[in-house]
């Protein structure tokens, strides 16, 4: 590879095959059903990267095995009853579903106790603790109280697991949950992974599609970046037949550079589409060199300007 810092995952789940392999044989199946056990009268299932729909049918947990966790990810989701998003993002994996569940801290604290002692009990390794969900986890009244709660699990039974929160940045305009996001970042090691897929407007009006107004998200993004450490993710794919323009590529390397020169970018995720959406065919998977073009431009102009951030690819 020509830069150092640009490393490849694939969609055939190389990354997560180790994981696999030190598997007992008896849980070595198709789909890794009931690996985490089960809660309440309910299956747990973990499913493989390609799709994870359980968590449409009312879980607050959701074992799942991620691309960018590089191996098993308890999912928490804040939404159980239906899905709450201030984007519209044609490649979202989360179909169109209402339940009677509601959420509550005290059965999120039972359901990822019993989520980590059972994986611990199989000898799966955790590589982290994820919110994400039905939506946009930092508009849920409850995200700071899930979050503390969160917090407590790891730390007394999961220390070697990361915590994770996956953020289009919407929250970010409440000053409360900015603040929670920055002070958990910095005393609890919390990993910010805050969306970037568009740098200008057009595009983010195709791929996103929020009513949040392009030019104040950013603004938005920049301050947050400006003062805490984030990892930044980006969806790469095809909407309507169409890539990124050529204009839209530029324009999204310029503002990646300008946020990683802050000091404050942990890492740049590269990722392609590997879920089914319910608007497929309209969003669709990129080729795997299309993300490696972006990766390397990306790689190059951080190394001309002295900026050593990693980049990674999840094709």
């Excluded at 959701?62 to 201030?86: A, H, M, Q, W």
């Excluded at 929670?180 to 791929?207: F, H, M, P, T």
């Excluded at 795997?288 to 990306?298: H, M, N, P, T, V």
């Amino acid at each position: 590879m020509a830069f150092s810092n640009v490393h490849y995952n694939n969609k055939e789940n190389i990354f997560c095959q180790e994981v696999f392999e030190n598997l007992p044989q008896h849980i070595k199946n198709k789909r890794i059903d009931n690996l985490c056990g089960s809660y309440n009268n309910y299956s747990m299932t973990v499913f493989p990267v390609e799709n994870h729909r359980n968590r449409e049918d009312g879980s607050l947990v959701y074992p799942v095995y991620s691309r960018r966790s590089g191996g098993l990810s308890i999912g928490i989701n804040l939404f159980p009853d239906k899905k709450t998003c201030s984007f519209d993002c044609p490649y979202c994996e989360i179909f169109p579903f209402t339940t009677t569940t509601k959420f509550t801290v005290k059965t999120l604290k039972d359901e990822l106790t019993h989520a980590v002692n059972n994986a611990r009990r199989r000898a799966v390794p955790i590589r982290d603790i994820c919110f994400s969900g039905n939506g946009e986890p930092t508009l849920s009244p409850h995200f700071e109280k899930a979050l503390e709660a969160a917090r407590d699990i790891q730390k007394k039974t999961a220390p070697e697991a990361k915590l994770v929160a996956i953020t289009c940045g919407a929250g970010l305009f409440q000053g409360e949950v900015f603040s929670c996001l920055q002070n958990a970042a910095a005393s609890c090691d919390l990993d910010v992974w805050l969306k970037l897929d568009a740098g200008g407007e057009a595009w983010y009006r195709a791929i996103n599609r929020s009513a949040i107004p392009f030019d104040k998200l950013i603004a938005k993004i920049k301050e947050f970046v400006g003062v805490s450490p984030a990892t930044l993710q980006t969806m790469l794919c095809s909407i309507g037949g169409t890539l990124p323009s050529d204009a839209e590529e530029t324009a999204w390397n310029d503002l990646a550079l300008e946020l990683a020169k802050t000091g404050n970018v942990k890492q740049f995720q590269l990722y392609g589409k590997a879920r089914p959406s319910s608007e497929d065919p309209f969003a669709e998977a990129a080729p795997a060199s299309y993300l490696e073009k972006r990766a390397k431009i990306l790689g190059e102009t951080l190394a001309n300007s002295g900026v050593a951030v990693p980049v990674s690819i999840y094709s």
